[in-house]
Nanobody
């Protein structure tokens, strides 16, 4: 089992940058593929980015590709999302999630139903 705690959200102007981080407890962090999802008011939770358990594969939603970068630090048990060129439509609560689902495919990694563990979320607000 793993517990996830997000941090680093906040308010930023459009075009700016922000980094959110997720700290994972437990000694099995390296066994999990990690994902970031977001949910805006009145909308469904949507996939943002994910990284495989090895860190060798990264996946991004088309809407953030080229602007966001996901990474993980095994020594610190953290997964980070660096967000650049932020847009007002990026405003949402950002959630970190962990999954052991195999095999990892595009279909499985973007589906929130496949993630067993979730953090409480952190608010990211981008002003225009």
């Amino acid at each position: 089992q793993v517990q996830l705690v997000e941090s680093g959200g906040g308010l930023v102007q459009a075009g700016g940058s922000l980094s959110v981080s997720c700290a994972a407890s437990g000694r099995t962090f390296s066994r999990y593929a990690m994902g970031w999802f977001r949910q805006a008011p009145g909308k469904e939770r949507e996939f943002v980015a994910a990284i495989s358990w090895s860190g060798g594969n990264r996946y991004y939603a088309d809407s953030v590709k080229g602007r966001f970068t996901i990474s993980r630090d095994y020594a610190k048990n953290t997964v980070n999302l660096q967000m650049n060129s932020l847009k007002p439509e990026d405003t949402a609560v950002y959630y970190c999630a962990a999954t052991t689902i195999t095999p990892i495919t595009i279909a499985t990694i973007i589906d929130p139903e496949g993630y067993a563990y979730w953090g409480q979320g952190t608010q990211v607000t981008v002003s225009s």
